[in-house]
């Protein structure tokens, strides 16, 4: 089965809208961390928000934030407000337990439409 | 600012040699770095953990023989692909773990001819 799905290969989003990326995760573990990733095509894997399995709170990090849904397993990231430098990949990621290694999701192309 | 420092960005090397990626740790001293490779069109995966002082752990059908890592100090993981193949053609990228925050490289990319 698998780890991290994200089920949106692609989405073309109207720029000032706000879009919602899905990722479901699986895991057995009590603790976990949940990654999103934003990769442009010069490649390079720009950190964007984490929650913690424990967290309380849903992650907020300026227009990024995480609707993150334990029971569902699920941790969608909202981008409000969307620019057009907002386009490129988007990669869902987890850490299981206390090891920091990441397992990652096929990713979502963002496409902003100006 | 960065946290890590990648080098180089881009090589091309001719089929049968080696080449070698730096991973640098900038702000803080990284015990543990991991190294993923990155197919076109595909996401990230692990190929190996480098351990500082110790031999590095590769994820099940990596070959370590031909992805030697070395990381000899707390600040440095070297990847380097030997007798190179243009299969290997691939973005490589490592990355460490300051706290509860993943960050990455730059990433290198490898183009075997």
């Known amino acids: 089965a698998q780890k991290i799905t994200q089920t949106q290969p692609g989405m073309f989003v109207q720029e000032k809208e706000a879009v919602t990326l899905d990722c479901t995760y699986d895991t057995s573990d009590q603790s976990y961390g949940l990654f999103w990733y934003k990769q442009p095509s010069s490649g390079e894997m720009i950190f964007l928000i984490y929650?913690?399995?424990?967290?309380?709170q849903n992650a907020t990090e300026g227009r990024y934030s995480l609707n993150f849904q334990k029971a569902r397993k699920s941790t969608n990231l909202v981008i409000s407000a969307s620019q057009l430098g907002d386009s490129a990949m988007y990669f869902c990621a987890m850490r299981e337990g206390t090891n920091e290694k990441l397992t990652f999701g096929t990713g979502t192309r963002l496409t902003i439409i100006p | 600012g960065a946290v890590v420092s990648q080098h180089p960005s881009w090589v091309i090397c001719k089929s049968g040699t080696s080449v070698k990626i730096e991973c640098r740790s900038l702000d803080f001293q990284a015990t543990t770095m991991f190294w993923y490779r990155q197919f076109p069109k595909q996401s990230l995966m692990l190929m190996a953990t480098?351990?500082?002082?110790?031999?590095?752990?590769?994820e099940q059908g990596v070959e370590k023989d031909k992805f030697l890592i070395n990381h000899a100090s707390l600040t440095l993981s070297t990847l380097t692909v030997t007798s190179a193949h243009p299969e290997d053609s691939s973005f490589y990228i490592c990355?460490?773990?300051?706290?509860?925050?993943?960050?990455f490289g730059e990433g290198s990319w490898l183009t075997v001819v």
């Open positions: 480098s351990n500082e002082g110790s031999k590095a752990t590769y």
């Open positions: 929650q913690g399995s424990y967290d309380e």
């Open positions: 990355s460490v773990a300051p706290g509860n925050t993943i960050y």
